[in-house]
């Protein structure tokens, strides 16, 4: 008997389906909360006056605030880790192994 296991990233907000992770910090606090695409949107045009005012002070450059490996999102790497028989969270990193596979699998 075959089983699968579908992991779902939901937002953090209402509980829709969830596109992405994202990390922003406060008073020397990272945070990490996964949104659907309109309540992403929503945070970054909330904060984009703050971001424009302030000083950088660490972390990577980044082209987009989107967490994403060889132009793939993390919720696209889990869904296809979940249909290739790999057990992964639903929330937090993926592991490197998994990413590595899903590189090697769409190279």
Do not use: C
């Not at 910090?25 to 703050?50: C, F, H, M, T, W």
């Not at 919720?75 to 057990?87: D, K, L, P, Q, T």
């Amino acid at each position: 008997m075959a089983q699968r296991i579908v992991y779902r990233l939901e937002d953090d907000l209402d509980n829709s389906e969830a596109a992405e992770t994202i990390v922003f910090g406060v008073d020397s606090v990272s945070y990490e909360i996964d949104l659907s695409e309109v309540n992403a949107q929503k945070l970054r045009d909330l904060l984009a006056p703050y971001v424009a005012a302030g000083r950088r002070v660490g972390g990577r450059r980044k082209t987009g605030a989107r967490r994403k490996v060889g132009g793939s999102s993390a919720s696209e790497i889990r869904a296809w880790a979940s249909e290739n028989g790999y057990v992964v969270s639903a929330r937090g990193r993926v592991p490197a192994e998994v990413r590595e596979a899903f590189d090697r699998a769409h190279s």
